[in-house]
């Protein structure tokens, strides 16, 4: 990464851009924005810049809004002269995945302790290049989500009208006809219960198969037989839902009588939503395997390995010996574990850290403050229909997932996968970011709870304590007490 210019983050933070935050390390987010760079690469066209804050284990992802409406554009003349054009991406995406899984069954047979250094640093490569593909070409389907939602609701409303069923309709629409990841594991371990005597070896399957289901941005989670069968027993005492999204999506089209046009943007929503939680899936066991190989690395240097999650990517592929990344260690990474601001911008990459972090720091609160002084409803996006009424409680880590009481207003920028446990209590879900394809959305609709979404700033508006009426059927949060 090359030295920080404060005139850099200055322009930077009078563009335009889409936040996300969540727990996350710089490795991560660095390899987020690279998988931008690989999309010009394979498809020719991509993401300008990124700019990406990182704070004690919290990230901030900023796309900008002007990256989201190009590649929208491109990709729509490109579906206008191939019907197929997706389908060929998402096949090239898998391909590419592919060989990165020769790789995590080659770590899987190996005790990684007893490998060379020279091995050992071969394969951090080869899985920090993992992390970046398991976004890599799929990062279209961001842009493609944020943008066709903003089409498709103007569309449907010239069809049908503002009628009353409208958002109970839309939700419907933009649902996802296969479940997500996390639900098929459910399904799944559900049926071992119906094996009682090879329990225990089907259980040490699943998790081989699963390890990884509890990874987040933030670092890996490795789960257990003994993990799953606790899952198990819970699951056990739940009920099994059973819904037949794509009949139901069907019968109301036909209902609606809606036209070719509409139907093919309800199909990309579709398409692209399954796509997305398939990638996450992708993320997250590629972050299970650089994991492995990180805590070894972490062993031999006799480190945390948390510091390691500080380095950048081309930083960790540059390093070829243990030396390297000791010297590097004592230079920067103790650093960045205060804080970090990182802007890549056309291949170029501006970071800032300590003096130079805290002034950058002061003028992006600067202009939060500015942003927040406003009265009032909280306005965003339907995700899924319904009203409930609750306390809040704002997540802005993993750590505050505990906080979440049955039949609390979970309240985040954005959820991930590891906010499970935490979103079947909730009684609601409202966050700043997303569009009808992101987790939250998704996951809303399969616990069938409102859900708001795209609020922008209910994470500075709303805290803990607070009582909110969430009105998923009209995207308002009233704050009631």
Aim: charge should be positive; charged fraction near 25%.
């Amino acid at each position: 990464m090359t030295k920080n210019n404060y005139k850099y983050f200055k322009d930077a933070f009078k563009k335009d851009w889409y936040i996300q935050g969540f727990n996350a390390t710089p490795l991560f987010l660095n390899s987020a924005a690279y998988s931008g760079m690989v999309m010009k690469k394979i498809l020719g066209y991509g993401y300008h810049s990124f700019l990406f804050h990182y704070h004690r284990g919290y990230g901030e992802m900023g796309y900008l809004n002007s990256d989201f409406q190009r590649i929208w554009k491109i990709v729509k003349k490109k579906i206008a002269t191939d019907s197929k054009y997706l389908e060929k991406i998402q096949r090239k995406y898998n391909l590419i995945f592919q060989d990165h899984k020769r790789i995590f069954r080659q770590i899987n047979k190996l005790n990684l302790k007893t490998i060379d250094n020279t091995k050992l640093m071969e394969f951090l490569s080869k899985t920090i290049q993992a992390l970046i593909d398991s976004v890599g070409i799929a990062h279209i389907v961001d842009a493609i989500g944020i943008e066709i939602e903003k089409e498709f609701k103007k569309d449907l409303l010239k069809v049908i009208g503002p009628i009353k069923e409208f958002n109970h309709h839309y939700a419907l629409l933009t649902t996802p006809t296969q479940p997500s990841f996390f639900v098929q594991e459910e399904k799944q371990l559900r049926s071992l219960s119906k094996l009682p005597l090879s329990q225990k070896k089907a259980l040490i399957k699943h998790s081989h198969e699963y390890f990884w289901l509890r990874n987040s941005y933030a670092g890996p989670k490795y789960l257990t037989e003994t993990d799953f069968a606790k899952s198990l027993k819970l699951l056990n005492k739940q009920e099994e839902k059973n819904s037949n999204i794509k009949k139901q999506k069907n019968t109301l089209i036909k209902k609606l009588n809606l036209n070719s046009a509409i139907q093919k943007k309800i199909q990309i929503i579709d398409f692209t939503s399954i796509w997305q939680d398939q990638r996450k899936a992708n993320v997250l066991i590629s972050l299970g395997y650089l994991g492995m190989i990180v805590h070894e690395l972490a062993r031999r240097l006799k480190i945390n390995p948390e510091l390691l999650y500080y380095l950048g990517v081309k930083e960790a592929l540059n390093i070829k010996s243990i030396q390297g990344f000791k010297d590097l260690l004592k230079r920067e990474l103790i650093k960045r574990h205060k804080g970090t601001f990182v802007l890549m911008d056309d291949n170029k990459e501006f970071i800032s850290q300590a003096k130079d972090y805290k002034k950058i720091l002061k003028l992006k609160e600067s202009l939060i403050k500015q942003q927040t002084q406003q009265n009032g409803a909280i306005h965003g996006s339907i995700a899924n229909t319904g009203t409930a009424v609750g306390r809040v409680v704002v997540c802005k880590g993993i750590n505050s997932l505990s906080k979440v009481k049955k039949g609390d207003i979970l309240v985040t920028s954005m959820t991930r996968p590891e906010f499970m446990p935490a979103l079947k209590k909730a009684a609601a879900i409202i966050t700043d970011e997303g569009g009808v394809t992101c987790h939250a959305a998704i996951v809303a609709r399969e616990l069938n709870i409102p859900a708001v979404i795209g609020t922008k700033l209910a994470t500075k508006i709303l805290k803990d304590g607070m009582i909110v009426e969430v009105k998923g059927n009209h995207g308002i949060i009233n704050i009631v007490g």
